[in-house]
């Protein structure tokens, strides 16, 4: 076990002296690190420093072509230094180490790259209708920004946090999940020798309702953006609302995937195993509600349970893993207490629903399906966020958008059919903020991605993040001397 890093405040790495949370391996249950949490005065040193730093302004006043070399040397240190960070986030979190390397990594290397080409891209706004002025819109950095991370995919969700706001000119505190802050601490330490300015990245480790809380609500701190459960995030949003502060929110999700009668039967069977188990099956995103149509009903299921019984549960670090561990025993639990017990009417097990066979220690969970008779069992309007998939038939494709929107979350909705029109009455009837059609999961970072209802406010990506972290500023300038009117002279 070693002590680990604290916070990070005008590029260095601090150890604290806070009461040490425990950070653990899943696949082992071992303590793998003691992290002393940020008390209330480091926190408060760190948005300090993110404050100075903007006002300082040589962050914030670089060009754009200077931002731009600073966010790709980022990203070749980031690429310098994966096979560590992949390491370490592996086993913080428990996701295959493949996936890890080859995604995740990759994945937190292409956000600083991608903010970087976006912002050569940005266009400003001119206005001509007054004959004799001209109006133009300046986007301006709002300032500092309070970025909180989830723990299902700490590396992708937070650095894609830390791009879209500092590529705009602001500085910012990151705050990851208290359950794996491993691998994003190192992140961010491999950042700080790429050039950035002291004191526009910044870090600090501990709880969310300590200090998550204390750093939303700070005096200094100008916006906030959380990825994470619903219920926190309504806690969150009201904090920051209180003090009005904008905020941006990607919380839950329990999305449907609808597999009609005419799709391509083994994409659509492939792109369901996709969207439920990867990740470990951790992932708001899921299509964790399989809808099916009754045509193929029968035959889908026979392949769905075939094929989730042979996916391989295993150690993070076996190249054979397709799904690892569960992130923390709490969350174990919170997986384990939706298998449905034997008096259970309205569900049925297919496949899983126990232990992952073959460990005695960690948090390895066989991947589950359960068959629901109705969309109004918690299975279908719970998140579990897990590898646990609820499968039910539908009949007519009313029933399918139906089914599909009765539910508090609107994140993704999936839709397989091989009639375009189809599709396309299917993306338009599915309440979601983001559809995938005959596809599993497909990030394009200029898009937005946020939810409806539970799912969230607000989006991330490209146009999305430049309307967050940036304020609009219309300024007027007269094309010629105008003729004013002289008021306090006489005639």
């Not at 910044?202 to 459960?229: K, Y």
């Not at 899921?286 to 549960?313: C, H, N």
Request: proline content about 5%; some cysteine; charged content about 20%.
């Amino acid at each position: 076990m070693t002590n680990s890093v604290t916070a990070i405040i005008d590029g260095e790495s601090l150890t604290g002296t806070g009461a040490p949370f425990t950070v653990v391996d899943p696949s082992s249950e071992e303590v793998i690190a003691a992290v002393p949490e940020a008390d209330g005065a480091l926190v408060d040193r760190a948005v300090a420093s993110a404050r100075a730093a903007f006002e300082r302004g040589d962050w914030r006043g670089a060009s754009v072509e200077e931002r731009q070399a600073v966010l790709r040397r980022c990203a070749d240190a980031i690429d310098a230094a994966a096979d560590e960070i992949a390491d370490i986030e592996c086993g913080n979190t428990g996701i295959p180490y493949a996936q890890v390397r080859n995604g995740q990594v990759v994945r937190a290397a292409g956000n600083l790259r991608f903010f970087a080409d976006y912002i050569g891209q940005m266009a400003a706004e001119l206005y001509e209708q007054e004959p004799n002025y001209l109006t133009y819109v300046r986007r301006e950095p709002v300032g500092v920004a309070a970025l909180i991370s989830p723990w299902n995919s700490p590396l992708a969700l937070g650095s894609m946090k830390v791009a879209s706001a500092i590529a705009f000119g602001n500085s910012c505190v990151l705050k990851p999940a208290e359950q794996d802050p491993l691998g994003l601490t190192r992140l961010v330490e491999v950042m700080q020798g790429a050039g950035l300015p002291p004191g526009v990245v910044n870090l600090v480790n501990g709880g969310g309702a300590t200090v998550g809380d204390r750093l939303v609500r700070h005096a200094e701190v100008d916006c906030v953006s959380f990825t994470g459960g619903t219920r926190t995030g309504k806690i969150i949003m009201s904090a920051a609302g209180a003090n009005l502060k904008p905020s941006v929110m990607e919380l839950g999700g329990k999305s449907a995937n609808i597999v009609f009668d005419d799709a391509d039967f083994e994409q659509a069977l492939d792109g369901a195993l996709i969207g439920i188990f990867s990740n470990n099956g951790q992932q708001c995103l899921a299509g964790s509600r399989v809808l099916v149509q009754r045509g193929i009903y029968d035959r889908f299921v026979e392949a769905f349970v075939a094929r989730t019984k042979q996916v391989r549960v295993g150690h993070p670090r076996d190249a054979a893993t397709e799904i690892g561990p569960l992130a923390t025993r709490a969350h174990y639990d919170h997986v384990m207490s939706f298998v449905p017990l034997a008096q259970d009417s309205g569900a049925r097990i297919l496949a899983g629903g126990r232990r992952a066979p073959g460990f005695e220690r960690g948090f390895y969970f066989q991947p589950t399906i359960v068959e629901v008779d109705s969309n109004a069992h918690r299975l279908c309007q719970e998140e579990i966020f897990g590898p646990f998939a609820a499968l039910m038939p539908f009949d007519t494709d009313e029933d399918a958008y139906a089914i599909a929107n009765d539910s508090r979350f609107g994140l993704v909705g999936y839709a397989w059919s091989c009639d375009i029109g189809r599709i396309m009455t299917a993306q338009e009837r599915i309440s979601a903020g983001t559809i995938w059609c005959n596809t599993p999961m497909i990030r394009d970072l200029r898009a937005p991605f946020g939810g409806y209802r539970d799912s969230g406010v607000g989006a991330e990506g490209g146009r999305a993040a430049e309307a967050f972290y940036t304020r609009q500023k219309a300024v007027s300038i007269p094309r010629r001397p105008l003729n004013l009117r002289k008021l306090g002279t006489t005639a």
